[in-house]
């Protein structure tokens, strides 16, 4: 065959190129991976903020279905990490009731998040007793207090039994 005279066209990338598309992906990443992780880290707060106000909805549910006094322990596991346990109160002594054994009967929830990164206030509320008109026992409100990396969230529990954000 006869040559058109024309250049071979080659494919591929220039280094040039190759150098700006790799400093563009750096920018991006250096900008995204900050906020990602906050995403992240609001995301576990939300989930564990979530799954101790189900297990405090449950001990006032099953008071009021039971027609008996029903607690929430909450432990706080260290600097993260927490554990919840749903307890029939029958006058026995709560700390006699094991959760972590299945056929305990009056153990009705049992959470162990001591691997979670979310850490309970050294203030918070360590025992919630809801009575069998699902009121709070005790004299006042009861707050726990969630928090990770910079961020809190609060559940309060005033003395009608309301479980939110406030103690109203």
């Known amino acids: ?76 596991q260290g600097e993260s990490g927490w554990r919840l346990e749903v307890k029939v109160d029958d006058g026995t002594s709560l700390a006699n009731i094991d ?5 305990e009967n009056q153990c009705l929830l049992y959470r162990n998040a001591s691997a979670s990164p979310v850490g309970l206030s050294a203030s918070s509320a360590s025992q919630v007793t809801f009575n069998s008109l699902g009121r709070l026992v005790g004299g006042s409100c009861q707050v726990v207090d969630l928090g990770h990396q910079g961020n809190s969230e609060s559940i309060k529990i005033g003395l009608t039994g309301r479980i939110g954000k406030s103690c109203a």
């Open 1 to 76: 065959m006869i040559a058109s005279g024309k250049p071979a066209r080659q494919a591929g990338l220039t280094l040039i190129e190759l150098l700006v598309t790799l400093a563009v992906i750096v920018i991006v990443s250096t900008i995204a991976v900050p906020g990602f992780q906050n995403l992240v880290a609001t995301s576990r707060l939300t989930a564990d903020h979530n799954e101790l106000l189900v297990g405090l909805h449950l001990a006032r549910s099953e008071a009021v279905k039971r027609r008996e006094e029903v607690t929430a322990v909450v432990t706080r």
């Open 99 to 103: 959760c972590t054994d299945s056929t």
